[in-house]
């Protein structure tokens, strides 16, 4: 193959293929749109930092739903509304970069913490911070194990200016990881950020289509919203990376252009799993019938064979509502004979699965 000419041709298609682009940003899954959907969540949220703001007194929050649901969306835009009139500091770590106390502090500062001690930093980040500040820290559960006792949690929650801390997670049992005393000063309001249905799936994909392409089609985005609600647990970005492959893509096959986003979101869900969650999949692969026993049953054979410790039946049970909030699997109750047994639905491909457990075991 002549490379060289390849690229000339493919440059060529490719440019006829995106004409009807207009702005590609709107399909980044950083995007905030100016007017976005909002939630009724939302308005626990502002109220909040309305309270806040006039008050000095805190509510903290945890903020928890399925990956995709709009919970780190809602946060950033209501950032910007009380940015534009507020005297309200509003400060943002993602604890999947920076996931120990240390690193979200010198992210904070947007300093390079060598040779300072824990105890230095935050007190830079309190003569930084004196008047009233949110602290918002995304993906939380990710948090290094390693740091048991979330010393920033700690000094956070205690510390006499009121600090604000708002926290968004995938999964609320990461608060169980808490220092019991950490989370008694806390006293979190729990927030659940619902699923999207389909009609406000096909609301944010006409928005980014109206905004970002040239004739967009309502047909296609209420396809694509159907499909993200039936088969990915309403995850969002599936969605909205479906419609930049069909906007991109000369208006290919939508259920192509959907399987192909759902593998690319799905590659990376899996890649970043840990070890027990990603043997637990495998597990599942293994069960034709996939009958929830069935697979503990396999997962504790395949953590032997991997010389990995099992966690228990109980432990299992919440390792698979993590999975589904990701929108991994999902728990079906089936009738057998006179009782209700679990089924695990596997929403994700087997041979992803097999990819990443071969890279990481074999």
């Keep these: 193959m002549d490379f060289k000419n390849y690229l000339k041709e493919r440059r060529s298609t490719f440019g006829e293929e995106t004409k009807s682009v207009i702005d590609y940003s709107v399909f980044n899954f950083n995007y905030v749109p100016e007017k976005p959907l909002v939630r009724e ?3 626990q949220i502002s109220e909040a930092l309305l309270r806040y703001e006039k008050t000095g007194i805190p509510s903290h929050q945890v903020i928890f739903g399925s990956r995709g649901s709009g919970k ?14 507020s005297s309200l500091a509003i400060l943002y770590a993602n604890v999947r970069y920076y996931s120990t106390s240390y690193k979200i502090l010198a992210h904070l500062l947007g300093v390079k913490p060598r040779g300072t001690s824990l105890a230095e930093l ?32 700690y000094f956070l ?6 600090y ?22 806390l006293q979190p309001e729990l927030i659940h950020f619902r699923n999207y249905n389909a009609m406000d799936v096909a609301s944010i994909l ?16 209420a396809m694509i919203s159907a499909l993200t609600v039936k088969e990915t647990n309403s995850d969002v970005r599936v969605g909205i990376k479906a419609l930049f492959y069909w906007a991109t893509h000369g208006r290919a096959n939508v259920n192509r252009c959907f399987e192909n986003a759902k593998r690319d979101i799905y590659v990376d869900l899996v890649a970043d799993l840990s070890d027990t969650n990603l043997l637990l999949l495998k597990a599942v692969t293994l069960v034709s019938d996939k009958f929830a026993k069935k697979v503990f049953a396999a997962y504790h ?20 509502s993590y999975l589904q909030s990701l929108g991994l699997v999902m728990l079906l109750s089936t009738k057998v004979d006179r009782t209700y047994a679990n089924r ?17 075991f074999q």
């Design 206 to 221: 006409d928005e980014r289509a109206e905004k970002g392409i040239k004739n967009p089609s309502r047909k296609v985005t």
């Design 122 to 153: 935050y007190d830079q980040f309190r003569k930084r911070y004196s008047s009233k500040t949110v602290v918002v820290l995304d993906e939380v559960h990710l948090w290094a194990p390693k740091e048991k006792q979330r010393e920033l949690l």
């Design 344 to 360: 695990v639905s596997l929403l994700c491909s087997e041979d992803i699965i097999r990819q990443v457990y071969q890279i990481r």
């Design 41 to 43: 969540e939302a308005k």
């Design 157 to 162: 929650s205690r510390d006499e200016r009121n």
């Design 72 to 85: 780190t969306l809602t946060i950033k835009y209501l950032a910007r509304m009380f940015e534009e009139d």
């Design 301 to 320: 054979d395949l953590a032997r064979r991997n010389k990995e410790k099992a966690c228990s039946y109980v432990h299992f049970y919440n390792q698979l």
């Design 164 to 185: 604000l801390t708002i926290m968004l997670s995938n999964d609320p049992r990461f608060l169980s990881d808490i220092d019991q005393s950490v989370r008694s000063t």
